[in-house]
């Protein structure tokens, strides 16, 4: 963790659905722990500025943006400033040691799906780099936290609850994925699409947002660009 604790508002707890990982013009490789699950694998936890710009002394324009200008960013660093922190300690490479007793449980909450190496712990790696050493959180306790979050609401089995299980025929609407999650969790979620190899839209990732400490959901203070396009989701089988 860096010396300067990170001014951020919130996290993204953000899930992958595997099926739709692999089901793109990419494709996809299992870890080699074996094909995951056939449910949602933590993609990151990701601190975030409730507005844009307010990182790191550049005091800026955020005042003057709407909300819809915040939901058009894409980058850590947009034309008007930052919208998160990233890699803030590059010198504090994530240790195996460290998280020893978490790895079962890591391989099979966050395993990788890309085919750089088949080793989940460069994921991890990479994840902690680019977004933990933000999180004023020590190495154990960003993977801890995210475990424990992801563990309290299993989103597989909320949806499931609404009748939105996987499929490769079914399309379910956004507004009944979005209100299955709401109902589920007690909290507003971001969705995201991408689209498979036919160009069909499905459910991507789901982003939920977590207060400061990485312990509590909370609403989501502000919306991401979805991409999603359609209003009719696939939710592909794994
Ligand atoms: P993409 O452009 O594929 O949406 O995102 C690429 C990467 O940018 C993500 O893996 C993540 O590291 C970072 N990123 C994208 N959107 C957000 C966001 O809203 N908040 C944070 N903290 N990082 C993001
Ligand atoms: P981000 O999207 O957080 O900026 O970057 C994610 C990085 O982790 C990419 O370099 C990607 O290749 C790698 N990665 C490894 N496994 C996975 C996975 O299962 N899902 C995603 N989204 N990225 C992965």
Not at 4 to 28: H, I, M, N
Not at 54 to 78: K, P, Y
Not at 107 to 117: A, F, I, V
Not at 161 to 180: E, K, M, N
Request: proline share 4%.
């Amino acid at each position: 963790v860096s010396s300067v604790a990170e001014k951020f508002d919130f996290f993204y707890l953000v899930q992958q659905w595997p099926g739709s990982f692999c089901d793109t013009r990419q494709g996809c490789c299992f870890p080699d722990t074996g094909k995951p699950a056939a449910e949602f694998g933590i993609h990151g936890l990701w601190p975030n500025y409730a507005k844009c710009g307010r990182g790191r002394g550049e005091e800026l324009a955020s005042a003057v943006l709407g909300e819809d200008d915040i939901a058009f960013f894409s980058g850590a660093v947009g034309r008007r400033g930052k919208c998160w922190p990233e890699f803030c300690d590059d010198g504090n490479a994530l240790s195996l040691w460290e998280v020893r007793d978490l790895v079962a449980s890591l391989n099979r909450n966050w395993p990788t799906l890309s085919c750089k190496s088949g080793r989940s712990f460069e994921f991890w790696s990479y994840e902690w780099k680019k977004h933990g050493t933000c999180s004023n959180l020590a190495q154990h306790d960003y993977f801890a936290r995210a475990l424990a979050i992801k563990a309290a609401y299993n989103l597989t089995a909320i949806l499931a609850g609404a009748g939105i299980v996987p499929s490769d025929t079914a399309t379910y609407s956004l507004s009944s994925v979005r209100d299955a999650i709401a109902q589920g969790t007690g909290f507003t979620a971001n969705l995201e699409c991408n689209r498979d190899a036919d160009g069909n839209a499905q459910l991507f990732q789901v982003c939920q947002c977590v207060d400061r400490q990485g312990k509590k959901l909370i609403d989501c203070p502000l919306s991401m660009p979805t991409k999603c396009s359609s209003d009719q989701l696939k939710l592909p089988l794994f």
